[in-house]
């Protein structure tokens, strides 16, 4: 097969955990087994084995750079005041001048590096390197002069400055000059942008920053094995929820994170307790960190299960579920949706959530709410569960609607193919 068995890809990540990193992992674990030789290199890793290593040196002087760095970036977010998702991308706490790499890599991978790596730092690693680089953009954090997500401001498509995230922006303020900084150091990189979904690929096209690499767009690879249907009954004993029930699924890693929409979802609920749906009694089902009761109608009766790690377990929530809900108001794509999908799990969700055109099917395997607020989630979440208690929306619909090149095993023979296409000629 094209790519397989031919080269060596060297990855990098900010941190280990969260959705970014579980879609990182995925990619770096499904090119390794179609041959490549693929090692991980993790951010607040600092344990050596034999497919990851630490972003960071061992010795004290390394752990000192390193933490002088994050509190020079500390101090500069807090001079910056900055309302929402903005972030300065220098001092970095990537410390290239001590990564001891495992190997002279044929590919080098980004994947979620804010917070870790700076632009000055992958123009570093293409000086040392000169290999191509395939950049897995999770976020608007690249294409922008430092908002993770701009919330409709287009200035990421010129040349920032005038940012709504800064008090007193100009059109030379820090957006501006992390912009012009940043494009300075990725001028003529041999950069290929993918996205999971098309919000993320028209987005890079657009953008100032982005818009002279090439972009395409690689679905997440989903373990079909894992996340599968299975009967609700069974799921629901082994979590303890009461088999007749209507259960809602949700989460996010800080549900008082605004952008994940769970305050919109808390005020749907209330709809929905105040004039409960057809059929059995609701019961939510909850995941992530920082989910206080008191956000949401103590009238619901609620199993919250905390930060799930395990993708088993994750599959068994999705599972147990009536339908999941995501609520978020700007997202590049939710691992979540696709994975509820395969789960045979219909999804509710927002129309600005990106990646629901690419996998829902409106009515039939999920409902997609054009106004982002909480009589639309609430419609969404009742027409959802007629149609559960209905049979016109069935696991195995749901299930059969996946997105082309959604499986483990395509997601890497895509990578692998892209890999080889970027290398060929130069081995």
């Avoid at 991308?89 to 590919?107: E, H, I, K, N």
């Avoid at 570093?124 to 701009?150: E, K």
């Avoid at 103590?298 to 609520?327: H, K, M, N, S, W």
Wanted: net charge positive; with cysteine.
């Amino acid at each position: 097969m094209a790519g397989e068995g031919q080269g060596k890809v060297l990855h990098f990540l900010a941190h280990g955990s969260g959705g970014a990193a579980r879609a990182a992992v995925s990619i770096h674990e499904t090119v390794r087994e179609r041959g490549w030789r693929s090692v991980l290199v993790v951010g607040d890793e600092v344990n050596r084995t034999a497919d990851r290593a630490p972003g960071r040196g061992a010795s004290l002087l390394d752990d000192l750079l390193w933490s002088r760095a994050m509190a020079q970036r500390t101090r500069l977010q807090q001079a910056l005041h900055p309302k929402t998702y903005y972030q300065a991308d220098r001092p970095a706490p990537f410390r290239g001048a001590s990564f001891v790499a495992p190997f002279q890599p044929d590919v080098v991978h980004l994947h979620w590096v804010s917070s870790f790596m700076s632009t000055r730092d992958i123009a570093a690693l293409a000086r040392r390197f000169r290999c191509p680089i395939v950049w897995t953009v999770v976020d608007m954090a690249p294409m922008t002069g430092g908002c993770h997500y701009s919330y409709g401001c287009e200035r990421f498509t010129q040349a920032c400055g005038y940012c709504p995230a800064l008090p007193g922006s100009s059109p030379t303020d820090h957006s501006f000059q992390t912009l012009r900084l940043r494009a300075a150091d990725l001028s003529g990189l041999p950069i290929t942008v993918v996205g999971a979904t098309n919000w993320v690929v028209e987005r890079a096209r657009r953008s100032a920053l982005l818009g002279g690499f090439d972009a395409l767009r690689i679905p997440y690879g989903i373990d079909a094995d894992v996340f599968r249907p299975v009967p609700k009954a069974a799921a629901r004993q082994v979590l303890g929820l009461p088999p007749g029930a209507q259960v809602l699924f949700f989460g996010a890693t800080s549900h008082d994170d605004p952008r994940k929409g769970m305050r919109i979802l808390a005020q749907a609920l209330t709809l929905l307790a105040d004039n409960p749906p057809d059929g059995a009694p609701l019961h939510l089902l909850t995941a992530g960190r920082k989910a206080p009761r008191s956000e949401y109608d103590e009238r619901l009766p609620r199993l919250d299960l905390g930060p799930i790690t395990d993708d088993r377990f994750l599959a068994l929530c999705y599972q147990a579920a009536d339908a999941f809900v995501c609520p978020s108001v700007e997202d590049a794509g939710p691992l979540m949706v696709p994975e509820s999908l395969v789960c045979g799990t219909p999804v509710v969700t927002f129309a600005v959530t990106g990646g629901a055109q690419d996998l829902i099917q409106h009515g039939q395997t999920g409902y997609i709410a054009d106004s982002p607020d909480a009589a639309s989630m609430a419609r969404g979440i009742r027409e959802t569960l007629e149609g559960v208690r209905s049979g016109r929306v069935t696991a195995a619909a749901v299930r059969s609607s996946r997105v082309p090149g959604s499986t483990r095993e395509e997601q890497g023979l895509a990578y692998t193919e892209l890999y080889g296409r970027l290398t060929k000629g130069s081995r």
